[in-house]
């Protein structure tokens, strides 16, 4: 009987574990520049100083060994359109000053330049999507590697998540 309990709680653990493991964890990603699904200013965009918003991050898991941060337009007209990635992060980093770069490695973007590069939609509205991952180890990557060799790496390494939406509109 004991050992039928015990067999019973290591699966639940396994279970629980697995299912943190899956993307339960949730890191706080906010921005004191724009709401979630708010307008980001023109600032930070390609009509403004293209310069990155300030973000704060909270909710880091101890087990954190590295962060990753994306920036992409899932509205973009060929698809995901990359517009910074920054990995190997401390996952001590409690925020991002305006116009800065996170100690850590800079990606290649998708205007093909390193750093980070506004929202610039050729039309309509779009929505950006900052994205903070927390792995359980750092990325082997060079500087200037592209976003799906970052996806690549990452892959099975994720241990919690966090996103931040803005929306960006050109002025005619």
């Known amino acids: 009987m004991r050992k039928a309990a015990t067999t019973a709680a290591s699966a639940i653990l396994v279970i629980a574990i697995a299912s943190f493991a899956a993307g339960g964890a949730k890191i706080k990603i906010s921005s004191p ?4 699904g ?10 403004g100083g293209n310069t990155s918003p300030p973000l704060q991050l909270s909710d880091v898991p101890s087990g954190a060994k590295s962060l990753v941060l994306i920036v992409d337009d899932s509205d973009a007209p060929g698809g995901s359109f990359t517009h910074w990635a920054v990995w190997n992060i401390s996952p001590q980093t409690t925020g ?16 093909g330049k390193p750093g980070y590069g506004g929202p ?26 592209r976003r799906g060799q970052v996806d690549a790496a990452m892959k099975g390494h994720v241990i919690a998540e966090g996103e931040l939406m803005g929306r960006y509109s050109r002025k005619q």
């Open 96 to 111: 991002i000053s305006e116009g800065s770069t996170p100690e850590g490695v800079q990606g290649t973007n998708d205007f």
């Open 33 to 36: 520049a724009f709401q979630q």
């Open 38 to 47: 708010g307008s980001i200013p023109s600032t930070f965009s390609c009509d």
């Open 120 to 145: 610039c939609p050729p039309s309509g509205a779009h929505r950006y999507y900052f994205k903070i991952f927390a792995l359980d180890r750092q990325l082997d990557l060079s500087s200037g590697a």
